[in-house]
Nanobody
Framework: QLQLVESGGGLVQPGGSLRLSCAASGFSADINVIGWFRQAPGKGREGVSC????????NYADSVKGRFTMSGDNDKNTVYLQMNNLKPEDTAVYYC????????????????????WGQGTQVTVSS
């Protein structure tokens, strides 16, 4: 059974940085895409970034382009989300998730297309 565990969340001031990690265990060979998602209070879950196991360029939500960078380390079965220039509107619970559906030419970070989810890590951006 695939398990995903997020870490690295916390409280940071506006303009600051955080790096989230998502460690996968019981890794399934049929997992093709890993994504980062977030859910702010009173809002739906939205895709932030996602990456294919084959190493294609990640997808990013418009709201984070130029500020967030997603990367992966296949040897460690871990993906990262480097978040720079954080804003108060980035405050949310951040989740990583995995899916079997293959990478496509369209948006790959649709939450409903993902099969396995971590428990989430809180990111709070506040002065």
């Amino acid at each position: 059974q695939l398990q995903l565990v997020e870490s690295g969340g916390g409280l940071v001031q506006p303009g600051g940085s955080l790096r989230l990690s998502c460690a996968a265990s019981g890794f399934s060979a049929d997992i093709n895409v890993i994504g980062w998602f977030r859910q702010a209070p009173g809002k739906g879950r939205e895709g932030v970034s996602c990456i294919s196991r084959s190493g294609r360029s990640p997808n990013y939500a418009d709201s984070v382009k130029g500020r967030f960078t997603m990367s992966g380390d296949n040897d460690k079965n871990t993906v990262y989300l480097q978040m720079n220039n954080l804003k108060p509107e980035d405050t949310a619970v951040y989740y990583c998730a995995a899916r079997r559906t293959r990478w496509s030419t369209s948006w790959n970070c649709l939450p409903t297309s993902y099969d396995n989810w971590g428990q989430g890590t809180q990111v709070t951006v506040s002065s």
